[in-house]
């Protein structure tokens, strides 16, 4: 008897553990990769001061690689949007000033249940991006 | 004591099975945050122009119509151009039904089918040309984007989509240009 309970608490406990892109709040903060390297593959500068002409062409791109927004915030500097296409895709992008003549472009995604930390995606947005952008989308380190 | 070694042993499976569901939570798709060969035909399906008008009453002619048709609005910023709206409606259709029920009579199994779907909305104005405060701009694009999630009778997600319908753009902006004109003669 006590085996058999031993067995199933086993399985149990496998199982959670199993379920692995992890059920505890120790999800709340935590990242894979380092915080310098998710930095530095989100973010692009660009030679322009005029941030809510940024967010407007940001939320175009938006809107043109299949996103509906679900916020926008001028003052904060932020947009979110969501792209459903058998997946469900999150973004935000927030947009702030980086000395006197930049600004400073950050994008996180995450897909269904998970961040993205890989590099290309990001890659891709900043290069839709600087397109209607008419400028470089320059790395920052 | 046969029985304490299959336990175990059908455990392991299902572990092992569990292990490969979950493990196979799948990675962005490569396309998914590029442009497409469809990116310039749905942009022009889902934008129109608007001239002679302040970008407030656009918007404020575009809330009008989102509630026309039942949305209500989740968000909005002004300052940035943005609409952001929902609805939850029934999701049934006959044909989907009649399916299930000829299933059920055959098998002696309910099957599921869609039950409710929640439809999202988001309206973005923006200026033809860049505008200075001594002339405001008074050309915009309105663009429309529409998406749906459906869930069926037994509570799981069926349909997680983008709505590409061109009629649907059609006569939404049918709709916006009848109310923009409107609400430039405050009617």
């Keep these: ?141 | 004591m046969t029985e304490v070694i299959s336990v175990p042993a059908r455990a392991l499976r299902a572990c092992a099975v569990l292990t490969l569901v979950l493990g196979a939570c799948a990675t962005i798709p490569p396309e998914a945050l590029k442009m497409t060969p469809d990116t310039l035909a749905r942009r022009q399906l889902q934008t129109r122009r608007f001239d002679g008008i302040e970008e407030k009453k656009i918007l404020a002619a575009s809330a009008g119509v989102l509630q026309d048709l039942g949305f209500n609005i989740d968000e909005s910023e002004t300052k940035l151009g943005v609409i952001v709206a929902s609805k939850d409606r029934s999701a049934v259709s006959a044909g989907q039904v009649t399916a299930s029920v000829l299933l059920a009579l055959l098998t002696g199994t309910a099957t599921a089918y869609d039950k409710k779907q929640k439809i999202r909305v988001s309206l973005v104005a923006r200026p033809v040309e860049t505008a200075t405060a001594a002339n405001p701009p008074s050309s915009f694009y309105v663009r429309v984007t529409f998406q749906r999630i459906i869930w069926n009778t037994a509570n799981q997600i069926t349909h997680i989509e983008a709505i590409d319908e061109a009629p649907i753009y059609r006569e939404f902006f049918d709709k916006l240009s009848k109310s923009v004109f409107l609400e430039a003669q405050q009617i």
């Design chain 1, 1 to 141: 008897m006590i085996h058999k309970h031993g067995i199933a608490l086993m399985v149990v406990t496998l199982a959670l553990a199993v379920a692995g892109c992890e059920t505890s709040t120790k999800q709340v903060l935590a990242t894979n990769a380092s915080a310098v390297q998710l930095r530095s593959f989100q973010s692009r500068a660009f030679d322009t001061t005029d941030s809510e002409k940024t967010l407007r062409t940001v939320i175009a791109t938006l809107q043109d690689l299949g996103f509906v927004i679900d916020k926008a915030d001028a003052d904060l500097g932020s947009v979110s949007a969501t792209k459903l296409s058998g997946y469900q895709l999150r973004i935000t992008v927030t947009v702030r000033p980086r000395g006197e003549k930049q600004l400073l472009v950050r994008a996180n995604a995450q897909y269904m249940d998970k961040a993205v930390e890989d590099p290309k995606p990001y890659q891709d947005f900043f290069t839709s991006l600087e397109k209607s952008m008419f400028l470089t989308a320059q790395q920052v380190d």
